[in-house]
C-alpha cells in the first residue's frame, strides 16, 4: 500500500497561480511513475502531467502545456506541480499517484491520495 497525500490547493483568481504538493514514499517516488490528475463534477478524470521514475522526463496534456510545471525532489519524497495562468476550466480537485506509467502501461495497482480543490473564478 503506497500513500499519497496532495496539499496546497485553494482559491485563485484567473491568471493567478498555485504550487501543489504531493507527499510519499521513497520507494514510490523512485517505483511508479507519478502522475498529476482531475476531475471536475460530472466530468471523467484526467491526467494532466506525469514524471518518470528512471530519468525523470516529464509530460503534459495539451490543456496544460506551457502553463503547468510538474518538478520532483527525492530529498524530501515529494512531488510539486506548479500551475500558473490558471483558468476556469482548471477548477477541479486534484490528485497525485499512479495512472500506469507516463507510457500508457498499467500497473497492476493504482494508487492515489484524497485531492485537494483548485478552484478558479472572479
Known amino acids: 500500500q503506497e500513500q499519497f497525500v496532495e496539499s496546497g490547493g485553494g482559491s485563485v483568481q484567473p491568471g493567478g497561480s498555485l504550487r501543489l504538493s504531493c507527499a510519499t514514499s521513497g520507494f514510490a517516488l523512485n517505483y511508479y511513475d507519478i502522475h498529476w490528475f482531475r476531475q471536475a463534477p460530472g466530468k471523467e478524470r484526467e491526467a494532466v502531467s506525469c514524471?518518470?521514475?528512471?530519468?525523470?522526463?516529464?509530460y503534459y496534456s495539451d490543456s496544460v502545456k506551457g502553463r503547468f510545471t510538474i518538478s520532483r525532489d527525492k530529498a524530501n519524497n515529494t512531488v510539486y506541480l506548479q500551475m500558473n495562468s490558471l483558468k476556469p476550466e482548471d477548477t477541479a480537485v486534484y490528485y497525485c499517484?499512479?495512472?500506469?506509467?507516463?507510457?500508457?502501461?498499467?500497473?497492476?495497482?493504482?494508487?492515489w491520495g484524497q485531492g485537494t480543490q483548485v478552484t478558479v473564478s472572479s
Open positions: 514524471i518518470g521514475a528512471s530519468d525523470g522526463t516529464t
Open positions: 499517484g499512479t495512472q500506469g506509467d507516463c507510457s500508457g502501461s498499467s500497473y497492476e495497482y493504482d494508487y
